[in-house]
């Protein structure tokens, strides 16, 4: 089983729809989480933490569920440069190495 | 600004050459990453490093080195290149532990094909 696990997409939805990503993660010690955004051929770019009590920032909303050992991050109001690889990243018992999931590929149609 | 960079966006190698992918990073950061990055693989950790001269082995080690002499510098060395080591090399920095600090920042990357 890969330490997290997020379905690959792709996911092509039209503009202003709502889309929501899941990942689920294996190692039950992870302390931090965070959503990285990827643009084609370029590095990953923090989007947002994840805390427990779930946050917000603008159009995006990231929750954490420590019991069933899963994030997700919902996107409202999808706008064309929303189109991107999101990566689901959880840190393991030492706060110095991250785990990243392989990425959810959104595309945002006009 | 936070600033980290790569030696090479693309590079050509050939099989058994020895190869020096260097990064560096302005921001007075104590940890430094190498990763590499396939497509349904993700990013895996080849090596990182949280202090100088320091270096800890990641999840796949094998058939790598790195070279930490000064803080803002961390070169990944490819002993004797082969095929399979064909990939995007991606290289990351961190502040610090603290939950405010961990935010990594990535180079741009280097696209190493081995022939």
């Known amino acids: 089983r890969k330490e997290v696990e997020q379905d690959p997409g792709p996911f092509n939805v039209p503009e202003g729809a709502t889309v929501a990503f899941n990942c689920t993660y294996s190692n039950s010690a992870s302390q931090s989480f965070f959503w990285y955004r990827q643009d084609c051929r370029k590095e990953p770019k923090l989007l947002m933490s994840?805390?427990?009590s779930g946050n917000e920032d603008g159009r995006f909303t990231a929750q954490l569920n420590r019991a069933s050992q899963y994030i997700s991050l919902l996107i409202r109001d999808s706008k064309l440069s929303d189109s991107a690889t999101y990566l689901c990243v959880v840190n393991r018992g030492s706060a110095r190495q991250l785990t990243f999931g392989s990425g959810t590929q959104l595309t945002v149609l006009p | 600004d936070v600033k980290v960079t790569q030696s090479s966006r693309y590079l050509v190698k050939r099989t058994g050459e020895k190869v020096f992918l260097e990064c560096v990073q302005d921001m007075d950061h104590e940890n430094m990453f190498w990763y590499r990055q396939d497509p349904g693989l993700g990013l895996r950790l080849i090596y990182f490093s949280y202090d100088v001269k320091m270096k800890e082995k990641g999840d796949i080690p094998e058939g790598y080195s790195v070279s930490r002499e000064k803080k803002e510098r961390f070169s990944l060395i490819l002993e004797s290149a082969s095929t399979n080591q064909t990939s995007m090399y991606l290289c990351a920095s961190v502040r610090g532990l603290a939950a405010q600090d961990n935010e990594q920042f990535f180079g741009p990357g280097t696209r190493l094909t081995v022939l």
């Open positions: 994840v805390y427990s």
